[in-house]
């Protein structure tokens, strides 16, 4: 056995080891973890942000455009062949503008319930939940996808900066 070969078969026991499904499950149960605990704060302290009646009919429209990114996302992403990998095959339905869509969208989802509900916790974690997301989460899930695909990947990420 050649040092490329095991080198191989180790990034091929990483990749298993922390599949992306993985971490996005650990992410989207971290989404729901810091939403319920803004949902109990907010209840312990029911600080209202809002006078406008407004910022209910953004967070409406937050809510529903996040619902359709999630459905969108989720129907896009059953489409991807794995037998042809090239940077094209990545940029399917939302994953052409952004490279996590439903992770925006869950985002979108929460944000825009905290600002029908005009809770000042939900809207603060719900950011603060992103961003921690973005930055932990997601760097791992792309780095085990750069790993599994290589160049094609790299491109596509080059193509699709959010």
Known sequence: MEVGDETKQINDINIHKNSVHKILAHSYLFYFIVFLFSLFLDYIFPLKFF????VMW??????IFGTFLIFWAQKSSHNF??????????????YCYTRTPTHFGLFLLILGF??????????????????????????KEEEILSLKYGTPYLEYKKSVRF
């Open 81 to 94: 062949k794995k037998e042809i990998i090239n940077k094209e095959i990545f940029c399917n339905g939302p």
């Open 58 to 63: 953004i967070g409406a429209l937050f809510l």
């Open 51 to 54: 006078e406008n009646s407004y």
């Open 114 to 139: 905290g600002m029908i509900n005009n809770a000042l916790f939900i809207i603060i974690f719900s950011i603060i939940s992103f961003i921690i997301t973005k930055f932990i989460f997601i760097k």
